[in-house]
């Protein structure tokens, strides 16, 4: 099992910044792959950005790409999304995932993530 803790959000203003943690513990030697997803209400959960904790390759969806980037401790259980220039429609739920399965791609199907935090919200004003 891994548990998935996340940190870190709040309220800002259009074009502030946060940066949101996430923190895993348990089996993560077993963990490949950790991302960050976001829903607001009425809509589907959105996968944001994810990591390959063993290549270190990075994952981001276009409308974040120049704004968001992910990164992780030396450790690689701390995950973190650090996002600037925020938009007032990044307001969302800000959920943590983890896999065993690669990140590669991207993986943006929350489905196929076994392991949940239980979110950190993000509230950006105009």
């Known amino acids: 099992q891994v548990q998935l803790v996340e940190s870190g959000g709040g309220s800002v203003q259009a074009g502030g910044s946060l940066t949101l943690s996430c923190a895993a513990s348990?089996?993560?030697?077993?963990?490949?792959?950790i991302a960050w997803f976001r829903q607001s209400p009425g809509k589907k959960r959105e996968g944001v950005a994810s990591i390959s904790t063993f290549s270190g390759s990075t994952y981001l969806i276009d409308s974040v790409k120049g704004r968001f980037t992910i990164s992780h401790d030396n450790s690689k259980t701390t995950v973190f999304l650090h996002m600037n220039s925020l938009k007032p429609e990044d307001t969302a739920m800000y959920y943590c995932a983890a896999d065993p399965v690669s990140c590669y791609g991207g993986r943006w199907n929350p489905a196929g993530y076994k392991y949940w935090g239980q979110g950190t919200q993000v509230t950006v004003s105009s």
């Open positions: 348990g089996a993560t030697a077993t963990t490949n792959c």
